[in-house]
Structure formats: C-alpha cells, structure tokens
C-alpha cells in the first residue's frame, strides 16, 4: 500500500525486512479465527508461480502476525514454516486483496522470502483460475478395485469416520484425499493419521520421552492396500481448515502447528458424492459441507494432542469470521481486540457413541 503523508509517500511493503534473501511475488490464503480470549490469522496456503505455472505451500508451523497500522492501512508479516521444512516470510497490506471465499478465507497478493530452491520443495501444483481463486492436485490412494471403481462412477463417496477413525459423524461425511502423490512407506501412512501397528507417538511440549510420550490408536493399515491412486483437481476452498495444536514451550513464545498437513479433507452432506470429470471437481459441486471453526489441541496435555485426531468438539475451538464486506485486514484494523466469540455460532461436527472398533475403511 502507498499512503501519502506530509508530501511523503510510504509503501507499507518496504517495511518487509528480508529483502537480501531470495524474494518471491505469490498470494497467500488466510482466515481470521477466534477462540477465548484471543483472535489469530490462520494460513492455509501460499501459491509461488514456478515458470508457466504454479505451486503451494502448506503451512506446518506458524506464529501469530506481526501487524502494523500506518493512518488507514494495514500491515500483515508472516512467519510460517512449510511442511518439507522450509522458513518462510509473508508480508501483504489490505490494498493486496484479491478475492473471498465460501470458507471464510481471503486471498491477497504477497511477497515471499525463503531459500533460493525453494519452489523443489512445495507441497504440490496448484491452478490458477479464472475466477481467482486456485485449485489443487491431490490423491486418493486405494485398491485398483476401488480405483476402478471410482473411475467408471466419476465419484468419490464420503466416509462418516473422523480423522483417527474411532468414531462416526453423523452430520457430515468426508472424502479423504492427501498431497501425497504415492503412498509407499510407514512416513506416508502415518502422515495420513495410519499405521501398520495402527498406533501414532507425539511428545508433550515441555517434557521428555518417555513419560512425556503420548500414544494414539490411529487406522491399522499397510501400504499394499494404498497402491492404486485417483488424482483430483480440487478448488481449494473445497478442502476443509486444519485442527490445529497450541504449542506453549518454556523456551520460547506460543506457536502453533497444522495437525494433518498431508491430509486434505472435502466435507459433504451425509449421502453425497464428491463428484469429477475429467479428473477434475467444478465449482458448482452440490453437495458441500462446511463448518465454520477448527479445534485447537492444548499440546501441553495428552487430551490436548488426541483432540485434533479425536474431532471432539470441546471448549479448544477457535470460530472462523466470515467477512463479506471487508478484507480481513481492514476488519482487523477497525475491530481490534473486541470480543468476537461470544455469541457467534457455528454448527458443530457431531460424532456419536464410544470411541470403539473401526468399522469402515477411509
């Protein structure tokens, strides 16, 4: 943004202050969520362009923005770590809005700082489209029956299992994809919330193996059921927000990190179909199922680190603000720090029964 003031002109952007390091021009995707007694920008993707076409990177590890505000504009620094590992800065002003989504997300053009290779190490391609918005590549990793099958009937049905696989929603069903393109070892299944000893292992912040390790049953699965695979093109609105987990390390500031980053989830009705053709998912899909909030895991507490696998609604959510007349940085600038959870409502996945058996395959 430029802001002319006492004859002098600024571009917010020339505060971005990593300009020796190798810069990108991109766009980034981002909510602005609530949760009690506090507001977060969350990051869901930012798209590099990679010759005549485009990449995106998925947030793993993120801190809450550096915001400034100069007169009437706004300000946003992102501090984000990828999921292959890469440290990157994102700085955008609210002149750099681009266009809103169904979701609750905005995109804005940005600017980028990482490592020099760092469009080899993005988490898949993604399609700009004409609309403004992206799309992107993922994978459904099956048998070649049920490739075949999928194929022949241009549709992907949904599961009723939550992301653990111990308990099903009544209210919603999932099609399960991952940016993934093959599943061929025990990193691939357990990035995809699986495991051949169907059991996943996470430390607590703040504490040490092995009484800070929690364990947590996950799908039992082997990759030789996962080696035929659908590749979709999916809008990436479509794909529905990370759980999150709050990290509070004694030996520095909160955090917080994308609990599923290789899983890319389309919510629908109970019943529908994700439907395609041509390997590709259109805009007009009947059918969707959204939900205006993500759970945020207290990574401190064994409860903390199951609730993103477990789905279980709790008092750790954080509520999304869908913003329809205003870019979420202006929002932000002229509504600062009031109390946006209270009062605001947001229909909740509703698991029934125990946790128990699985009784269905993802």
């Not at 602005?32 to 793993?60: K, T």
């Not at 430390?203 to 009484?211: C, F, G, H, Y």
Request: with cysteine; proline share 4%; glycine share 8%.
């Amino acid at each position: 943004m430029v802001v002319e003031s006492d004859d002098k002109t600024y571009d917010l952007m020339e505060s971005f202050p990593a300009k020796d390091a190798p810069n990108y021009d991109g766009f980034v995707k981002f909510k602005l969520v609530h949760g009690v007694g506090y507001s977060v920008f969350l990051p869901d993707a930012v798209f590099l362009q990679d010759g005549e076409g485009w990449r995106w990177f998925e947030p793993q590890m993120f801190d809450a923005p550096l915001l400034s505000f100069y007169e009437q504009q706004s300000y946003a620094q992102f501090a984000i770590e990828t999921s292959h590992g890469d440290e990157l800065l994102v700085a955008t002003t609210e002149d750099r809005f681009v266009t809103r989504f169904a979701d609750g997300a905005q995109l804005f053009r940005c600017r980028v700082a990482g490592d020099a290779e760092l469009l080899r190490r993005s988490a898949g391609r993604a399609h700009l489209r004409l609309d403004g918005g992206f799309d992107l590549d993922l994978f459904h990793h099956t048998t070649p029956a049920a490739r075949d099958a999928i194929l022949a009937s241009c549709e992907l049905r949904g599961s009723a299992w939550n992301i653990r696989g111990t308990r099903a929603l009544e209210n919603v069903a999932y099609a399960y994809l991952t940016s993934l393109p093959q599943i061929t070892n025990s990193l691939d299944l357990q990035a995809i919330a699986m495991a051949s000893d169907g059991v996943l292992h996470f430390l607590l912040d703040n504490r040490v193996a092995p009484d800070g390790i929690v364990t947590l049953r996950v799908y039992r699965e082997t990759t030789a059921n996962r080696m035929a695979t659908v590749a979709l093109r999916i809008p990436a609105e479509f794909v529905a927000g990370q759980h999150l987990w709050r990290h509070e390390p004694d030996n520095r500031g909160v955090f917080y990190e994308s609990s599923h980053t290789a899983i890319y989830r389309v919510g629908l009705a109970p019943g529908a179909t994700l439907r395609f053709s041509e390997g590709r998912v259109g805009l007009e899909t009947p059918g969707l199922k959204r939900f205006g909030y993500a759970i945020v895991g207290d990574a401190r507490s064994p409860s903390g680190i199951a609730a993103p696998f477990e789905e279980e609604t709790t008092s750790g959510i954080v509520k999304v603000e869908f913003c329809n007349d205003l870019d979420l940085l202006t929002f932000w600038r002229t509504r600062a720090n009031e109390d946006h959870f209270s009062g605001r409502s947001a229909e909740l996945q509703v698991l029934r029964g125990a946790s128990g058996d699985f009784r269905e395959q993802r």
